[in-house]
């Protein structure tokens, strides 16, 4: 739960790195919490939970692009390629992304998320520029 809290906090963070296990746990919650208010609406066939699960999906557009971004970042990409999933087949080209793990050590984006390994040499691409 700390996880999918802190992508809500950061809901217009488009800048950064998010690690893999920001990106799907946050993917989950957002799953179990859709899959509750759709066994719900169709449980009482009310249309108050309709209006929920709009809401809902309205009200985390915003975060869930944002970590989808910071997740393209983490693999040294542009945020930009998030617009590939309008084209037929570019969600799974992002679902590969999402599943890469991240460059080791900073990047054009920012420091790593999960620190600096001590047994890694830095920078850890010998041609990739670091900012400091």
Do not use: C
């Amino acid at each position: 739960m700390q996880w999918y809290l802190t992508v809500l906090r950061n809901y217009v963070g488009f800048s950064g790195r998010a690690r893999r296990t920001e990106y799907w746990m946050f993917a989950l919650v957002n799953f179990l919490i859709e899959v509750v208010l759709v066994i719900l609406s169709a449980a009482t066939h009310s249309g108050l939970f309709i209006a929920l699960i709009v809401l809902y999906g309205l009200a985390v557009l915003l975060p869930s692009l944002a970590v989808l971004v910071r997740r393209i970042h983490d693999i040294g990409m542009s945020g930009w390629w998030i617009l590939i999933g309008l084209i037929p087949f570019g969600g799974l080209v992002l679902l590969v992304f999402a599943l890469i793990p991240g460059n080791q050590g900073p990047n054009r984006y920012g420091d790593d998320p999960k620190g600096t390994p001590m047994d890694t040499p830095y920078p850890p691409y010998p041609n990739y520029p670091t900012y400091q």
